[in-house]
């Protein structure tokens, strides 16, 4: 079993950027694909980014492509989210979630889920 917490959210203006990081714990981490989620207020969890748990093999949205950078660290036992060129629209709470097979951008494909949090981006 693992459990996720994430970190690093916050209120950014646009344009700017922000690092989110999730800290897993458990000895099998590394054997964990590892997926970020959002859901903004009033509407569906949405994919924004997966890897592998290698790190060898990303996915994005078509929304984050380009601007964010889903990276891990399995010795850390952390998964990051660099988060760049933050537009108003990309305000909502991120959710860090494992899975323990392959990378998956579908929500109920994940197990462990963490609390979330807060992304703010002002216009």
């Known amino acids: 079993q693992v459990q996720v917490v994430e970190s690093g959210g916050g209120l950014v203006q646009a344009g700017g950027s922000l690092r989110l990081s999730c800290a897993a714990s458990?000895?099998?981490?590394?054997?964990?694909?590892m997926g970020w989620f959002r859901q903004a207020p009033g509407k569906e969890r949405e994919f924004v980014s997966a890897i592998s748990w290698s790190g060898s093999t990303t996915y994005y949205a078509d929304s984050v492509q380009g601007r964010f950078t889903i990276s891990r660290e399995n010795a850390k036992n952390t998964v990051s989210l660099q988060m760049n060129s933050l537009k108003p629209e990309d305000t909502a709470v991120y959710y860090c979630?494992?899975?323990?097979?392959?990378?998956?951008?579908?929500?109920?494909?994940?197990?462990?889920w963490g609390q979330g949090t807060q992304v703010t981006v002002s216009s």
């Open positions: 979630a494992a899975r323990n097979v392959a990378a998956s951008r579908r929500s109920n494909d994940y197990a462990y």
């Open positions: 458990g000895r099998t981490f590394s054997s964990y694909a």
